[in-house]
């Protein structure tokens, strides 16, 4: 245990979901964590979360904000070590119907917001000749797509080249990159897709996706967050420029599922 002890990590989306299981793995590994989160939920999980816990209410597609937010936690802090780009949000709907506005809304979240915060972070941490980037992609896009995701997957896609292209740029100043692939993970999000699938009964939407996937369940954030950690961690000081798939082996089967397994 301790393994981020004496580390300061920036957490974006961290108000619920994959950031809040971040947050509780960090804090678990002895980090002070820094929430930032659009929604004002963000205090709550903040109290809820205990001590070594700092909250921002925190637009990410605005840089002008990110710049004060990140001036304001590391003058407040003394440093970052770590930053997790986990703010993100999926909205589904097939490419020829799609308006741009929707696709721009994905693409300034996932993309711009990952952006901007990093922009915002880096200097920091070259200052400090350490960092650890955590980016949060997704098997969506890099690995895997159904119909509805052309947006979102091509945002996801993204992330992968972007953590490729900064980790060859701050490699020297012992900074690691590196990207997250989840598969199903239970959240809101996954709850507010199958909702939209199966209105009278969303539950029945994640039963037939546990039971598609050979470990038989959706992944919990609590998974996201040790992964997060291990990355985060001294153990990986030597990986950088790679994507981990977390996905409970749901992206194995050769076959499909109309019976043929
Ligand atoms: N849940 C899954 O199955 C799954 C799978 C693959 C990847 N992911 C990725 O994990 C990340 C977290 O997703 P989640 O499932 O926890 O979703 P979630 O909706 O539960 O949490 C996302 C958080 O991001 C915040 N957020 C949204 N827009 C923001 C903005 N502009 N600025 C700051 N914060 C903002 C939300 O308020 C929310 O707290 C996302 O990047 C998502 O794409 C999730």
Redesign the pocket.
Same mark, same amino acid.
């Given at each position: 245990m301790g393994k981020l002890k004496g580390k300061i990590a920036f957490i974006? %989306? %961290?108000?619920? *979901?994959? *950031? #809040? $299981?971040i947050a509780e793995s960090f804090l678990r590994q002895g980090a002070e964590v820094i929430l930032? /989160? =659009?929604?004002d939920?963000?205090f709550t999980?903040a109290d809820e979360l205990g001590e070594n816990v700092f909250a921002y209410q925190? /637009?990410?597609?605005?840089p002008h904000d990110v710049n004060n937010c990140v001036a304001d936690a590391a003058a407040k802090l003394g440093r970052i070590d770590i930053l997790v780009?986990?703010? $993100? =949000?999926?909205r589904f709907s097939k490419f020829i119907d799609i308006e741009d506005k929707l696709r721009d809304l994905q693409f300034?979240?996932?993309i711009k *917001?990952t952006w901007n915060c990093t922009k915002a972070i880096l200097p920091h941490m070259i200052n400090n000749k350490y960092g650890r980037i955590i980016n @949060?992609?997704?098997?969506?896009g890099p690995y895997a797509a159904d119909p509805g995701e052309v947006a979102?997957a091509t945002?996801?896609a993204a =992330?992968i080249g972007f953590t490729k292209a900064l980790a060859i740029e701050t490699a020297q100043h012992n900074i690691t990159v590196n990207a =997250?692939?989840? $598969?199903?993970?239970?959240?809101? @999000?996954? #709850?507010?897709s199958a909702g939209e699938s199966n209105p009278v009964n969303p539950q029945a939407v994640i039963d037939a996706i546990a039971a598609g996937i050979p470990m038989k369940r959706? %992944?919990t954030?609590g998974n996201?967050g040790d992964l997060a950690a291990f990355l985060a961690s001294g153990e990986a000081d030597y990986i950088t420029g790679t994507d981990i798939i977390i996905d409970g082996g749901n992206g194995i089967p050769e076959t499909n599922s109309m019976g043929l397994r």
């Open positions: 974006t %989306g %961290g108000a619920a *979901g994959n *950031g #809040r $299981g930032a /989160d =659009i929604s939920t963000v999980t925190l /637009d990410i597609t605005k780009n986990n703010a $993100g =949000i999926a300034d979240v996932n *917001g @949060m992609s997704s098997v969506t979102y945002t996801k =992330i =997250i692939c989840p $598969g199903y993970i239970l959240t809101s @999000m996954v #709850r507010h959706l %992944g954030p996201i």
